[in-house]
Nanobody
Framework: QVQLVESGGGLVQAGGSLRLSCEFS????????MGWFRQAPGKEREFVAA????????VYEDSLKGRFIIFRDNAKVMVYLQMNSLKPEDTAVYYC?????????????????????WGQGTQVTVAS
């Protein structure tokens, strides 16, 4: 059974940076597309970024391009989300997610319903 454990969240001032980490276990990491979603209070869970199996295609939510970077370390079975120039509207619980056979197109990789495995989430709060 795949398990995902996020870490790295916290409180940061606007303009600051955070790096979220997600540790994968329970299967062969290389086979999985890895993604990050976030959910702010009172809002639906939304797509942030995803990276395909091995070092496959990378997809970002358009509004986050240039500020957020997703990357994976297959040797460490970790996926990361580097978040720069943070804004108060980035405040949310950030979730790591994974699944196989999602395909390499942006529509599939950004769809919440395509992912089976989810972490417990890590809170990111950006103070103005």
């Amino acid at each position: 059974q795949v398990q995902l454990v996020e870490s790295g969240g916290g409180l940061v001032q606007a303009g600051g940076s955070l790096r979220l980490s997600c540790e994968f276990s329970g299967s062969t990491f290389d086979w999985y597309t890895m993604g990050w979603f976030r959910q702010a209070p009172g809002k639906e869970r939304e797509f942030v970024a995803a990276i395909g199996e091995r070092d496959g295609p990378i997809v970002y939510e358009d509004s986050l391009k240039g500020r957020f970077i997703i990357f994976r370390d297959n040797a460490k079975v970790m996926v990361y989300l580097q978040m720069n120039s943070l804004k108060p509207e980035d405040t949310a619980v950030y979730y790591c997610t994974a699944d196989r056979n999602i395909g390499g197109n942006s529509g599939s990789m950004s769809s919440r319903t395509r992912y089976k495995y989810w972490g417990q989430g890590t809170q990111v709060t950006v103070a103005s």
